[in-house]
């Protein structure tokens, strides 16, 4: 039993977020939750491989699970008020439903209990799509599961994480609006919001009608980040700002080169910055870049749900392989020098010879201390930033490692 496993385990014998559940990792690419212990039931939500969760319970082969952040649920609008876009459940034992309706097809998750706060996400007839406090739980396979040796503290951070980059706006509800479309908010914890439809509302833009970023300026150079750090992160947030406002309007505009040079900026910023100010607002811009990310490839994963279900096969598989080419590292050819931020962790099973991984933002990357100059031991579960040079390695699955040239530890996140 998974469960009993967790509770074991001494990594995971700390406090967790909740009622002292414990801790686990999604293992596989795209775990789904579902809303009971059976693929037949409702799916609730996609996850991503490396995502945290919060074991509730076990029926195997079968997991409920919390996730960070909380969960999309829908609730009949006789059992919630609103207040802006904050909603207040007015009943006892209310249905949490997985589908804006009482059929068979969607088996409840759970019940609020009268109190409980929710988020308003749209709208569909007598239904409200709302986001759900943490202590919704859904159903995954066990097998889709693992569970890192990590202590308490890093477990938290690794949630407060994900918890921040699926944090959403709610939607203020307008008397006699129409149906609200699904909607994508993404927020950093003291950003600005940017906010997508995953559908095509009526009269929404097409790939035809989305006005491309403006090109008036080549990509940034890392020199010129050296020189002027502040004045190049500016200039930086301006092009993210269009990036976003566009990628968030119609997935064509996605353009991962730019997103790569923009992050390139806001790490050098960091480098070479030693203004604390300049430091965060360089962190949250990075934050926005993974939350873009995250948006981009969640939003593919429904047009490619969406293909299949309008039995577009051929699509739903071009869809599908553009997504697989999109989460996979870019190719790198030969030696270049790279800065990188991220969180240090140790990972002997991944590779027992480089097992120290710099994480962020769902993404890690290999590297090592060939000289033995830096000791990554005195720097696990701490933030860092890290100058150093790809070596091509075949060993390695990600075909490289960081061979650490200089290291630089950041101060704590306001």
Known sequence: MILS????????????????????????????????????SAQVLELEKGMPVQVVTEYTPWTKVRVPGGLNVWVHKD????????????????????????????TPLGHFQKGDQVLLMGQK??????????????????????????????WKRIWAEHRSERAVEPVVLEEGADD???????????????????EHAEGAATPSAVKPMEEARSLFR?????????????????????????????????????????????????WHSTDLRTINEARRSLTRIDGLRRFYFSALAADVRRALAAKQSERASQLDKALAAEKKPMVYEGEGTSVEIGWVEYRPSVNANMPYRLVRGGRELPMHSFDGHQDL??????????????????????????AITELRVLPPRE
């Open 5 to 40: 496993l967790l509770l074991s385990a001494p990594f995971l014998a700390a406090p967790a977020q909740q009622d002292d559940f414990p801790y686990a990792e999604i293992a596989s690419e795209n775990a789904v939750l579902f809303a009971f212990y059976d693929k037949k």
């Open 79 to 106: 059992y919630v008020t609103w207040e802006g876009g904050v909603g207040s459940i007015t009943s006892s034992r209310v249905r949490i439903r997985p589908r804006p309706s009482t059929d068979a097809s969607s």
């Open 125 to 154: 007839e007598d239904w409200f799509e709302v986001r759900a406090p943490e202590t919704v739980s859904a159903w995954l396979l066990t097998s889709q599961l693992q569970m890192p040796q990590r202590d308490a503290a890093s």
């Open 180 to 198: 609200v479309v699904e909607t994508v908010v993404l927020k950093e914890a003291d950003g600005e919001v940017v906010e997508a439809s995953t």
């Open 222 to 270: 890392s020199v010129d980040v050296a020189k002027d750090p502040e004045a190049q992160r500016l200039l930086a947030v301006k092009d993210l700002e269009s990036l976003a406002a566009a990628v968030t309007s119609n997935n064509a505009a996605w353009d991962r080169r730019r997103l790569d040079n923009l992050e390139m900026v806001f790490g050098h910023v960091i």
């Open 377 to 402: 031991k005195e720097f696990v579960n701490r933030e860092i930033v890290v100058r150093g040079i790809w070596r091509n390695d075949k060993e390695l699955a990600a075909g490289r490692v960081l």
